[in-house]
C-alpha cells in the first residue's frame, strides 16, 4: 500500500489561511488521482478537492474560490492552499490517492489526516 502523510494543520482564526501538505511515495506506483477530503465527527467523509496525472483539478463547491489544490511532483507532494477559513471548515482532512498497479488495476490509499480547526 502506499503510504501517505500529512502535515500543516492546525488552528486558525475565521478568514485566515493554512497551507496542508500530503506527501506520498511514488517509488513503486504512480499516482493517477490526488484528493483531500474532510471528514467531521458522526459524519461522512466528503470531498474537498483533487488533481488528476493528466491535468485536470476538481473542486467541491463549498471550497470554490477559496481553496487551491496543487502538485509538486518533484517533491512528490499535494498541497491545498485554505484561504478565507470559516468556522464549517473544521475538520480532519484526509489525503486520498489512487495510484496504477498495472493495466487496468488501481489500488487506494489514504493519509491518517491532519486536523483544521477554524475558531477564536
Known amino acids: 500500500q502506499v503510504q501517505l502523510m500529512e502535515s500543516g494543520g492546525g488552528k486558525e482564526q475565521p478568514g485566515g489561511s493554512l497551507s496542508l501538505s500530503c506527501v506520498y511515495d511514488e517509488t513503486i506506483f504512480t499516482p493517477y488521482r490526488l484528493a483531500w477530503y474532510r471528514q467531521t465527527p458522526g459524519n461522512q467523509r466528503e470531498f474537498v478537492a483533487d488533481?488528476?496525472?493528466?491535468?485536470?483539478?476538481n473542486y467541491a463547491n463549498f471550497v470554490k474560490g477559496r481553496f487551491t489544490v496543487t502538485r509538486d511532483r518533484a517533491k512528490s507532494t499535494l498541497y491545498l492552499q485554505m484561504n478565507g477559513l470559516n468556522p464549517e471548515d473544521s475538520a480532519t482532512y484526509c489525503c486520498?490517492?489512487?495510484?496504477?498497479?498495472?493495466?487496468?488495476?488501481?489500488?487506494?490509499?489514504w493519509g491518517r489526516g491532519t486536523q483544521v480547526t477554524v475558531s477564536y
Open positions: 488533481s488528476m496525472s493528466d491535468g485536470p483539478r
Open positions: 486520498n490517492g489512487v495510484f496504477v498497479v498495472s493495466q487496468g488495476k488501481s489500488a487506494t490509499s
